[in-house]
């Protein structure tokens, strides 16, 4: 049993909006400890209540954690998948996640739910989902076949049809949709949203849209592969990306970052017609925001068809949130403060620039630098450089207590560094540091890390990284490549993959390998060369190395005989259960058994018992995680500036 409990979230029972729409239940899903399996319960917002399951409402729950997927079908059915025991085979994927979607009815139980989808042993995950739009009553069938292939099918409903017949007797047959491998798809009424991730040459049309582009079309017309009225809502340019939808009554909402800086862009859809407008901005409020911060919304209810108020959401690295009511209908021109978070430390002093390092390959990197307006440009500032660099995911301005009050009020500097491998310029960004190419995005923090000391902001001794998950995977790297690790004063690697032969073994380690590649065939080559347990081990300390066949071999002389790791702090979580804390154990016993003292002369190791992926299970937890962690900065590289 879990001391902790934290939330995971919730999905709100929507019966189509209208008169009939109650709004009174959700499945309200909680995890013990953090970790990705939870439990989930069905909730009564009427009465504030949990439904008793063997109460006279027979409400649904799951007190088993697993790693579950579930949602209501309607009011008395919901979609689940789980671990179900194995009773069909393997009801999980080699993933972990559900390989088998069931039609569960309120006040029969579990094991009486039938089955009404299934993926493949090898996919990441198979789902099943019902949802109203504006009217129309969609479901859809995915196969998430890797962390960037799906295959999707689709079938239209009526709301009586939903109602009365469950998903095992609808008899109205699901069709594939026609759309490429690794596009996904959304929906805005019956009008069908297509992300693109690669070229797509629209059939039939000789129309060519570009990856990261948004298309939008009729389902109708989509299912039966008519592409002819296709209109490209959004199209990327070098220095443009889509980040992110948002919709309300009548428009959607593109979040786009324009050199990681967000603009908004408001479309209005006229339903008898099928088209969109773009709707112009006189006022100027569709400029780009201020130089590290940012801008959010969405819609102020769970039913986002019913008007077009939004919530606004900004914030920055210095700018507390505030939460403000706008309009799409006038492009958010004018705004009704409604609540703002108080300052959790003090930004008087500081202010955030954006300057751009070039690559090994001559690529241009933007970061942000935190920092005082009056530091001398000595060489004596703390830096502490961090970035993620993986799986299309950007890394945008945001408010942290935690940075401010541990870090920057102590007279430290903070830079976020935007490198390939996440989504700042969209999927290309994405894919140039993807599996073999992995290499572009440690090159990209050695250009950063050396545009930072060649400024004269900070060197060497006063220089550290940090990163987590896949960061963390970074971070062991840089610690153990023969620029990086002497361009590092210090260095905090936080819930990390590092031993890349085995990564896909352990955990959720096989839904990344759409990512880093199969360790399993050819791709272990390079994978080789940015695993840091094995650069760290068998390159750099020569010790003997298994083979192709399981064949210990030889000692070895070392790649890099003057090697000498940075200070260096690992953290972890004995509850996680989505990158295993054995890559962190293992990496920090090579470190001090045998490298010792001459070579990684600084190794501290903290293991957290609860807390999940995330390291931390609640602000407690958090605190002290970030305590022991700028502590370690401050004495390393902050010593006798802190």
């Given at each position: 049993?879990?001391?902790?409990?934290?939330?995971?979230?919730?999905?709100?029972?929507?019966?189509?909006?209208?008169?009939?729409?109650?709004?009174?239940?959700?499945l309200?899903?909680?995890?013990?400890g953090?970790?990705?399996?939870?439990?989930c319960?069905?909730?009564?917002?009427?009465?504030?209540?949990?439904?008793?399951?063997?109460?006279?409402?027979m409400?649904?729950?799951?007190?088993?954690?697993?790693?579950?997927r579930?949602s209501y079908?309607?009011?008395?059915?919901?979609?689940?998948?789980?671990d179900?025991?194995?009773?069909?085979?393997?009801?999980?994927?080699?993933?972990?996640?559900?390989?088998?979607?069931?039609?569960?009815?309120?006040?029969?139980?579990?094991?009486?739910?039938?089955?009404?989808?299934e993926?493949?042993?090898?996919?990441?995950?198979?789902?099943?989902y019902?949802?109203?739009?504006?009217?129309?009553?969609?479901?859809?069938?995915?196969?998430?076949?890797?962390?960037?292939?799906?295959?999707?099918?689709?079938?239209?409903?009526?709301?009586?049809?939903?109602?009365?017949?469950?998903a095992?007797?609808?008899?109205?047959?699901?069709?594939?949709?026609?759309?490429?491998?690794?596009?996904?798809?959304?929906?805005?009424?019956?009008?069908?949203?297509?992300?693109?991730?690669?070229?797509?040459?629209?059939?039939?049309?000789?129309?060519?849209?570009?990856?990261?582009?948004?298309?939008?079309?009729?389902?109708?017309?989509?299912?039966?592969?008519?592409?002819?009225?296709?209109?490209?809502?959004?199209?990327?340019?070098?220095?443009?990306?889509?980040?992110?939808?948002?919709?309300?009554?009548?428009?959607?909402?593109?979040?786009?970052?324009?050199?990681?800086?967000?603009?908004?862009?408001?479309?209005?859809?006229?339903?008898?017609?099928?088209?969109?407008?773009?709707?112009d901005?006189?006022?100027?409020?569709?400029?780009?925001?201020?130089?590290?911060q940012?801008?959010?919304?969405?819609?102020?209810?769970?039913?986002?068809?019913?008007?077009?108020?939004?919530?606004?959401?900004?914030?920055?690295?210095?700018?507390?949130?505030?939460?403000?009511?706008?309009?799409?209908?006038?492009?958010?021109?004018?705004?009704?403060?409604?609540?703002?978070?108080?300052a959790?430390?003090?930004?008087?002093?500081?202010?955030?620039?954006?300057?751009?390092?070039?690559?090994?390959?001559?690529?241009?990197?933007?970061?942000?630098?935190?920092?005082?307006?009056?530091?001398?440009?000595?060489?004596?500032?703390?830096?502490?450089?961090?970035?993620?660099?993986?799986?299309?995911?950007?890394?945008?301005?945001?408010?942290?207590?935690?940075?401010?009050?541990?870090?920057?009020?102590?007279?430290?500097?903070?830079?976020?560094?935007?490198?390939?491998?996440?989504?700042?310029?969209?999927?290309?960004?994405h894919?140039?540091?993807?599996?073999?190419?992995?290499?572009?995005?440690?090159?990209?923090?050695?250009?950063?890390?050396?545009?930072?000391?060649?400024?004269?902001?900070?060197?060497?001794?006063?220089l550290?990284?940090?990163?987590?998950?896949?960061?963390?995977?970074?971070?062991?790297?840089?610690?153990?490549?023969?620029?990086?690790?002497?361009?590092?004063?210090?260095?905090?690697?936080?819930?990390?993959?590092?031993?890349?032969?085995?990564?896909?073994?352990?955990?959720?380690?096989?839904?990344?390998?759409?990512?880093?590649?199969?360790?399993?065939?050819?791709?272990?080559?390079?994978?080789?060369?940015?695993?840091?347990?094995?650069?760290?081990?068998?390159?750099?300390?020569?010790?003997?190395?298994?083979?192709?066949?399981?064949?210990?071999?030889?000692?070895?002389e070392?790649?890099?005989?003057?090697?000498?790791?940075?200070?260096?702090?690992?953290?972890?979580?004995?509850?996680?259960?989505?990158?295993?804390?054995?890559?962190?154990?293992?990496?920090?016993?090579?470190?001090?058994?045998?490298?010792?003292?001459?070579?990684?002369?600084?190794?501290?190791y903290?293991?957290?018992?609860?807390?999940?992926?995330?390291?931390?299970?609640?602000?407690?937890?958090?605190?002290?995680?970030?305590?022991?962690?700028?502590?370690?900065?401050?004495q390393?590289?902050?010593?006798?500036?802190?």
């Amino acid at each position: 049993t879990a001391k902790t409990w934290v939330w995971h979230g919730s999905t709100l029972l929507d019966e189509g909006g209208g008169g009939q729409q109650l709004w009174d239940r959700a499945l309200i899903r909680l995890s013990p400890g953090g970790s990705d399996a939870d439990t989930c319960r069905e909730f009564d917002l009427i009465t504030e209540q949990f439904v008793d399951p063997n109460g006279p409402d027979m409400g649904f729950a799951l007190a088993e954690p697993a790693k579950t997927r579930i949602s209501y079908r309607s009011r008395n059915e919901v979609l689940v998948g789980t671990d179900f025991g194995g009773e069909e085979g393997s009801s999980l994927t080699d993933s972990g996640y559900p390989r088998i979607v069931k039609s569960w009815k309120r006040g029969t139980p579990l094991e009486e739910a039938v089955t009404v989808f299934e993926g493949e042993q090898t996919d990441i995950a198979a789902h099943q989902y019902a949802f109203h739009d504006r009217g129309f009553v969609h479901e859809f069938q995915l196969r998430s076949i890797t962390f960037y292939t799906s295959q999707y099918f689709y079938r239209q409903l009526t709301l009586d049809g939903i109602c009365g017949t469950t998903a095992d007797a609808e008899l109205t047959p699901f069709k594939e949709i026609p759309i490429p491998a690794d596009a996904e798809i959304g929906m805005f009424a019956d009008m069908a949203m297509v992300t693109l991730r690669t070229d797509f040459e629209a059939p039939g049309t000789g129309t060519i849209f570009k990856a990261g582009a948004l298309i939008t079309l009729p389902m109708s017309q989509l299912m039966v592969n008519d592409w002819s009225s296709a209109f490209a809502m959004f199209e990327p340019t070098p220095s443009r990306s889509l980040s992110s939808t948002s919709e309300c009554k009548d428009y959607t909402i593109l979040k786009i970052l324009e050199d990681v800086r967000t603009v908004l862009e408001f479309w209005r859809y006229d339903a008898d017609t099928k088209t969109w407008t773009k709707q112009d901005e006189a006022d100027g409020s569709g400029a780009a925001v201020p130089v590290g911060q940012d801008v959010s919304v969405g819609s102020h209810c769970r039913d986002s068809s019913a008007d077009n108020k939004l919530w606004l959401w900004r914030d920055g690295y210095l700018v507390p949130d505030t939460l403000e009511m706008a309009s799409a209908e006038d492009c958010c021109a004018s705004t009704e403060d409604i609540k703002a978070k108080p300052a959790m430390f003090d930004a008087e002093g500081l202010f955030v620039e954006q300057h751009f390092a070039t690559s090994k390959d001559g690529t241009r990197i933007p970061y942000f630098v935190m920092r005082r307006k009056d530091l001398a440009m000595d060489g004596e500032n703390p830096v502490l450089l961090d970035a993620y660099g993986g799986f299309e995911i950007s890394m945008l301005p945001g408010y942290s207590a935690g940075v401010g009050a541990g870090w920057l009020e102590r007279g430290g500097c903070k830079v976020i560094a935007n490198i390939r491998g996440g989504g700042e310029y969209g999927p290309a960004w994405h894919q140039a540091a993807l599996k073999d190419k992995r290499y572009k995005c440690f090159e990209d923090m050695e250009a950063v890390a050396q545009a930072l000391i060649d400024s004269k902001l900070t060197r060497r001794e006063r220089l550290a990284c940090i990163g987590g998950s896949n960061g963390g995977l970074l971070v062991g790297n840089l610690i153990c490549r023969p620029i990086a690790s002497r361009l590092f004063g210090a260095a905090v690697c936080q819930v990390p993959l590092l031993d890349m032969k085995r990564y896909s073994k352990l955990l959720a380690g096989a839904s990344w390998m759409g990512e880093y590649g199969d360790p399993d065939t050819k791709e272990w080559e390079f994978l080789r060369k940015h695993s840091p347990y094995h650069l760290l081990r068998n390159d750099i300390l020569g010790r003997p190395e298994l083979g192709g066949e399981g064949i210990l071999g030889e000692s070895t002389e070392s790649t890099d005989p003057g090697w000498e790791c940075p200070k260096v702090l690992f953290t972890t979580s004995t509850r996680d259960d989505r990158v295993h804390p054995g890559h962190a154990r293992k990496m920090v016993a090579t470190l001090l058994e045998e490298a010792g003292n001459d070579k990684a002369p600084t190794v501290y190791y903290w293991e957290n018992t609860e807390g999940g992926h995330g390291g931390a299970a609640d602000n407690s937890q958090r605190a002290h995680m970030w305590a022991l962690t700028y502590n370690f900065l401050a004495q390393t590289i902050g010593k006798g500036k802190m």
